[in-house]
């Protein structure tokens, strides 16, 4: 398994355009997790998916946004009608669920990195 | 709600010992995670509490104090690539998310 991987690593974009990311995720994790990061700041969590389902979503992310993640594999971050502040790196992660904390050790892709222009 | 506190940047020289602390207030507790980012890359995990006291990681450990909403994390016998932010996180109530702090940079010079 070589971990979590995230494409595209990078993408620029117009204000207005649509843009999609995909987050492949460690084959045996059935959490799948959205961060977005700014620069100095830490990540800012977007939404999670336990299997197929979308189970929580951040109440600040905007309906422009939407995830899936259909056979509870890989999961689509979409953004709709990009903005200048949708700029950052969106991070995916994956867990495994268990009965400790220790189900929350998330292991990190390497990031996309969005630029609207 | 959750609000976590940790000092935006700190420096040490290589050889050294940092410590660097994390103040929490959350609606309810499931573990607080230590981790690890470079510049341009993902963050790693190093450690995690559920319960008070230290963990111990080689050159890393981890304190809790649940009752005070405090952690600090230890990092022994600095060395340059040890140069990186230190997220503080905490398990949000349902168990299900970590919410970050914002991170210490932490710079090691020699």
């Known amino acids: 398994d070589t971990g979590v991987s995230q494409d595209p690593r990078h993408k620029i974009t117009k204000r207005g355009q649509n843009v999609t990311f995909r987050c492949d995720p460690i084959?045996?994790?059935?959490?799948l997790y959205w961060y977005r990061q700014t620069l100095g700041q830490g990540p800012e969590f977007l939404t999670y998916?336990?299997?197929?389902?979308?189970?929580?979503k951040s109440r600040l992310l905007s309906d422009r946004f939407s995830a899936e993640r259909p056979k509870g594999s890989f999961s689509t971050l979409e953004i709709q009608r990009t903005e200048q502040g949708d700029s950052a790196m969106y991070l995916c992660?994956?867990?495994?669920?268990?009965?400790?904390?220790?189900?929350?050790?998330?292991?990190f892709g390497a990031g996309s990195r969005l630029t609207v222009l | 709600g959750q609000n976590i506190d940790q000092p935006t940047e700190m420096t040490a020289t290589e050889g050294a010992i940092v410590q660097i602390n994390c103040t929490y207030q959350?609606?309810?507790?499931?573990?607080l995670f230590w981790y690890q980012q470079h510049a341009g890359e993902a963050p790693t995990f190093l450690s995690y509490?559920?319960?008070?006291g230290l963990e111990e990681k080689g050159r890393f450990s981890s304190f809790l104090s649940r009752s005070k909403g405090y952690s600090y994390l230890l990092l022994k016998e600095l060395q340059m690539k040890d140069s990186a932010s230190y997220l503080c996180?905490?398990?949000?109530?349902?168990?299900?998310?970590?919410?970050f702090g914002k991170g210490t940079t932490l710079s090691v010079s020699s």
């Open positions: 084959s045996e994790h059935n959490r």
């Open positions: 959350t609606s309810g507790f499931n573990g």
């Open positions: 996180a905490v398990a949000n109530q349902a168990g299900t998310a970590l919410i």
């Open positions: 998916f336990q299997n197929e389902a979308q189970l929580e």
């Open positions: 509490n559920v319960l008070d």
């Open positions: 992660a994956s867990s495994l669920s268990g009965r400790s904390s220790g189900a929350n050790v998330l292991t």
